[in-house]
Structure formats: structure tokens, C-alpha cells
């Protein structure tokens, strides 16, 4: 009997790795997924926090999807291993602080590793040509390909007949006349596809998850590097990025401002790490303080922290301060208006 080829499949949770895999299984391949975890891909995390985003599914997508599939599916950190990737890119930056080419280079090679260490024989991805402006063009496909070390062990099944043939084609582990030929932005063939194949429930077709693609987030780490004098980032500081609105009002300190209710709950647990500030006389949102303020910094957060509360329009409101130890403070202080907070405080 034929031996049984194995692939392993990169699952972002996005339809197009979905169906990717998909077409290889329907091929008698075994395929298991995997994804790796940078910490920059965690919606549904933000839609559990957010009041706003509470219709949508509270999932891990990744997880969702080889569920799906009836596949095992192996999740790696590689949160530390990824810094290097996002501080220095050697193919630079999309329109944000997407490293897109590296990052699909880095995960790729990931892969190959895996797969060696693992018996598989060849590996899967969801591009297609065209879609992505920086890591899916004709031209930067094969830079993927060699600089992961994958090279003709890579095999992207959406749009595999608008490249040459890889080895798992040529070797006939899979049938190249059943891979497909998708080009473009639009997403109408993915959609058509997976309509046949019974798929019915995907996250949106036109999206990735990567926080990295978002301006006002990318805008927010560039700040944080700036004002730590360094391109450096823990997994806490990506978590707090996402959440609340950010406010620096000088280079050594900025605000965190809890936006709704949910917001404020995750806040909390960062209470013993950062300054804190809460209204005491008027209903309010958390405030976290990232910095080493002075006495006078303190008096214009807490102005700020006034501002966005119920007592906005008061006279005077007082907010309570505690420090990391535990110590608190309280402050009557005047609200700011809206007026008195310049545009570009904001993130």
C-alpha cells in the first residue's frame, strides 16, 4: 500500500487557511494544523472585553477552525522568538508595523522545523497570490519559499496553479489538477469554495487578526518604544495596547482610560503594577498611569481621569490615587474640558 503523506497546516483562523487545508484533505493527505502565537493576534479576547463587541464570537479562531476541520491542531509561542522579527524586519514594515514578508518567512520556517522534528513531509498555507500588497505577490512568494528554508516543501493549494509545481505535486503526493488558481483581493472564489465544501460559519473573509496592520495600534507601540528609549515590548504591554484610551500628555508618562465597564474589569488587574486613579465623588471610568510622573503630573491625570466621569461638568471632583504599594492619596481637582486636552495627547 501507498504510504500516507502528512502535511501540517497553518491555521491563522481565517477562511483561507481553512480552506487550504481542506482541499488537501479531500486529497487523503493527513493534515494536522498548527499556529504560532506572537501575542499580536487575540480577538477574541478584545471581543470578551468589550461591550461593543459582545455579538461576536468569543473564540479562539485557530482553535475554532481545525474544530472544524476535525484536526489536531498544535499551538507554539513563539512570543519571544517574534521580537526579533517585529523590531528589526529585514524586508522593513507594510503600511504599520506589519512585518508582513518576515513574519511569513519566520512562521514558514517555524514549520520546516516542525515538520523535520515531527515526520511530515510537506507544508501548507492559505496565500494567494495577489491578496496581501507586501507577502503575497508573485515576486515575493518565492523570497518566502527560500529564505524559510521550505523551498519546494511548500505548498499554497489556493493559488498553487499560478506557480510552478512543488514537490508534493511533482511526486504526485497530491494532484496538482485538483489545487486551484485564485489571484486578487477578492475574497468571491474563497466564499464560492467553501459553500461547496458545507463551510457556512468563517471569520470575515476580509480580514486577519494581526493588531500589527491596525494604524492607531501600531501608533501606540511606536509611542511606547519612544518613551522607553528602546524597541523592546513585553507580552503585558502588548495586552495593554488594545485596551482603553490612550492619552500622554508629556514624554514621561501617559494614561490608560477605561472605556466601558469591561475595560475597566481588565484594568483592574493591573492595579499593583501601574498608578491608578478612580473618581471618588462622581461615577467614573479606571484610569491606569504608565510612567514616573511628578506631584503636578498626578494633579493634571486626575483633572484628566475627572474628565471622563459623571462629574465632568462639577466644579470639583475628587479622585482617589493608589500607588502600586498599595498607598493612596485623594485629590480634589477641576475637570478638564474637552477643550483643554490638545488633540495630539490622544493615540
Not at 511569513?104 to 513531509?121: L, R, S
Not at 471622563?308 to 492619596?329: K, L
Request: charged share 25%; glycine share 8%.
Amino acid at each position: 500500500m501507498a504510504q500516507q503523506r502528512k502535511a501540517v497546516a497553518l491555521i491563522s483562523g481565517g477562511l483561507d487557511s481553512m480552506l487550504a487545508a481542506k482541499t488537501i484533505m479531500e486529497q487523503g493527505i493527513h493534515v494536522e494544523g498548527i499556529n504560532f502565537f506572537t501575542g499580536f493576534c487575540v480577538e477574541g479576547h478584545t471581543h470578551a472585553i468589550r461591550d461593543k463587541d459582545k455579538a461576536k464570537p468569543k473564540r479562539n479562531n485557530a482553535l475554532w477552525v481545525a474544530e472544524q476541520l476535525g484536526i489536531k491542531l498544535h499551538i507554539v509561542d513563539v512570543i519571544e522568538e517574534y521580537k526579533k522579527v517585529l523590531i528589526n524586519p529585514k524586508h522593513g514594515y507594510g503600511a504599520y508595523l506589519n512585518p508582513c514578508l518576515d513574519c511569513k518567512i519566520f512562521m514558514v520556517n517555524k514549520a520546516k522545523q516542525w515538520i523535520v522534528e515531527n515526520g511530515f513531509d510537506f507544508i501548507i498555507t492559505g496565500e494567494v497570490m495577489g491578496q496581501r500588497p507586501m507577502s503575497q505577490r508573485r515576486s515575493t512568494m518565492p523570497i518566502v519559499a527560500k529564505q524559510s528554508g521550505a523551498d519546494d516543501l511548500l505548498l499554497r493549494p489556493l493559488c498553487a496553479k499560478n506557480l510552478p509545481a512543488t514537490l508534493p505535486e511533482r511526486e504526485g503526493w497530491v494532484d496538482r489538477e485538483k489545487l486551484h488558481d485564485i489571484t486578487g483581493r477578492s475574497r468571491k472564489p474563497q466564499m464560492a469554495m467553501a459553500e461547496q465544501f458545507g463551510i457556512d460559519d468563517y471569520s470575515q473573509p476580509a480580514g486577519g487578526c494581526c493588531f500589527l496592520v491596525d494604524k492607531n495600534y501600531s501608533a501606540k507601540l511606536l509611542d511606547l518604544w519612544q518613551a522607553q528609549g528602546k524597541r523592546d515590548y513585553e507580552f503585558d504591554d502588548v495586552m495593554l495596547l488594545k485596551v482603553g484610551r490612550h492619552i500622554r500628555p508629556a514624554a514621561n508618562f501617559k494614561l490608560i482610560v477605561a472605556r466601558e465597564e469591561g475595560e475597566g474589569r481588565f484594568l483592574q488587574g493591573y492595579q499593583k503594577e501601574f498608578i491608578s486613579l478612580l473618581a471618588s465623588s462622581h461615577n467614573g471610568p479606571l484610569v491606569l498611569l504608565d510612567g514616573e510622573p511628578s506631584a503636578e503630573d498626578l494633579f493634571l491625570a486626575a483633572s484628566i481621569t475627572a474628565r471622563f466621569g459623571q462629574g465632568r461638568e462639577a466644579d470639583w471632583v475628587q479622585v482617589g490615587i493608589t500607588f502600586p504599594d498599595g498607598a493612596e492619596r485623594n485629590v480634589t481637582v477641576k475637570p478638564l474640558s474637552k477643550d483643554d486636552i490638545p488633540k495630539d495627547w490622544y493615540l
